[in-house]
T-cell receptor
């Protein structure tokens, strides 16, 4: 089944404790991205990746890191989480940027709470 | 960056058509108009997208104004499963081979049985 998976789905952590949220897709997509969703603010893009070893900042990159060492994986790293990073996080992927290929497939979400 | 404006909420009766509007007055010539929806407790789901011409697929139709400053997502017969937040999104170009999706606040569609 074609899908985007995220782990963990739920995480409660404390300020300053490094964490990684994994994202994996099995569709051979080139493009992957991370979003966060907060009440009243909608979805905002954190980082995106055009291909292996190519990443760029989205609208709200502060406090986050990403890496793209393999095509299928795009982990989101919070080196020193803070309470303002409490949010619902979504990973997404797509084939490319032209026409139908631009449809993004979203993962199920990771709900993160930083105390 | 080009932004979109949508009503916060709309209601529809089941099995009736629904027209969800979106304004994007600052759209640029290369921006695609995308629609996604998000059902409760799920990730967003692609609905439809277009550039200039009206588009139809199995889920919905997209009507784009001639000046491209507004568009309308049309659900031909709303079902209870269509109750979701609908996002109108502009996909711009930012450097060769890259893209950016700018999500609006979305319209929460309620479907009344």
């Amino acid at each position: 089944e074609a899908q985007v998976t995220q782990n963990p789905r739920y995480l409660i952590t404390v300020t300053g404790k490094k964490l990684t949220v994994t994202c994996s897709q099995n569709m051979n997509h080139e493009y992957m991205s991370w979003y966060r969703q907060d009440p009243g603010l909608g979805l905002r893009q954190i980082y995106y990746s055009m291909n292996v070893e190519v990443t760029d900042k989205g609208d709200v990159p502060e406090g986050y890191k990403v890496s793209r060492k393999e095509k299928r994986n795009f982990p989101l790293i919070l080196e020193s989480p803070s309470p303002n990073q409490t949010s619902l996080y979504f990973c997404a992927s797509s084939f490319g940027t032209s026409g139908r290929a631009n449809e993004q497939f979203f993962g199920p979400g990771t709900r993160l709470t930083v105390l | 960056d080009a932004k979109t404006t949508q009503p916060n909420s709309m209601e529809s009766n089941e099995e009736e058509p629904v027209h969800l509007p979106c304004n994007h007055s600052t759209i640029s010539g290369t921006d695609y108009i995308h629609w996604y929806r998000q059902l409760p407790s799920q990730g967003p789901e692609y609905v439809i997208h277009g550039l200039t011409s009206n588009v139809n697929n199995r889920m919905a139709s997209l009507a784009i104004a001639e000046d491209r400053k507004s568009s309308t997502l049309i659900l031909h017969r709303a079902t209870l499963r269509d109750a979701a937040v609908y996002y109108c999104i502009l996909r711009g170009a930012r450097g060769a081979g890259s893209y950016q999706l700018t999500f609006g606040k979305g319209t929460k569609l309620s479907v009344i049985p």
